[in-house]
């Protein structure tokens, strides 16, 4: 099972990450970190939607209609002429599914914690979105899930195997009512700041030298 951590690594991730630096003129270190916490958090705001046989059911949808991984097949042309502002808008539509009236604390907490401004970051993630949408596609199809259970399972082991309270902080940071203090655990978890907590954030932690 292929989580985050392998695509981050492997040589599709380095393009992702210099593709999107480029796309937005931000720098690749910085764009980086951003992935590294944002796309967690994507897949742990799936995680909370498939918790409902409609919300999974919805995104099996999503994933067998439009996101299957084609997008993977040439990321080169995606970032070459510029990102199609096709690919952007459904970006912003996944966001709007995903986190809902939680997107400006999540812009926030990754803003703060990243040093670029939340309109960097919105413009990160609407071009990360869909490409994660497209991982998870692929890996949908590969496991042949095809159910709520399944789903469950997939998010769960590409998010490495979360214990319960890693994945409770990324659910209550999308539920998030802007205090702001559990964006600070959520945000050491996924950077590895916070040593203890182990799991995603000590994988992701050193995956760029921090």
């Known amino acids: 099972m292929s989580g985050l951590l392998d695509l981050l690594n492997s040589p599709m991730g380095k393009q992702l990450i210099s593709g999107v630096a480029g796309q937005t003129g931000q720098p690749e270190n910085k764009t980086a970190d951003v992935l590294s916490m944002a796309m967690p958090l994507l897949l742990g705001a799936m995680k909370k939607n498939v918790s409902s046989p409609q919300g999974a059911q919805g995104l099996m949808n999503a994933l067998s209609n439009k996101h299957d991984g084609s997008i993977l097949d040439n990321l080169g042309g995606l970032f070459g002429g510029g990102v199609d502002e096709a690919v952007t808008n459904d970006g912003a539509g996944i966001l709007g599914h995903l986190f809902g009236g939680s997107q400006p604390n999540v812009e926030n907490a990754l803003s703060e914690k990243s040093g670029l401004d939340a309109g960097s970051i919105a413009n990160i993630l609407k071009i990360?979105?869909?490409?994660?949408?497209?991982?998870?596609?692929?890996?949908?199809?590969?496991?042949?899930?095809?159910?709520?259970?399944?789903?469950?399972?997939?998010?769960g082991s590409m998010l490495g195997g979360q214990p319960e309270q890693n994945q409770s902080l990324i659910t209550t940071l999308l539920d998030a009512d802007g205090d702001g203090s559990i964006l600070d655990d959520v945000a050491g978890m996924v950077m590895g700041t916070n040593k203890k907590s182990g799991g995603l954030g000590g994988l992701l932690g050193g995956l760029f030298g921090k």
Not at 134 to 149: E, I, K, L, P
């Open 128 to 155: 990360a979105a869909p490409i994660v949408m497209g991982f998870v596609g692929r890996q949908t199809a590969q496991s042949n899930v095809s159910d709520a259970n399944g789903m469950n399972s997939l998010l």
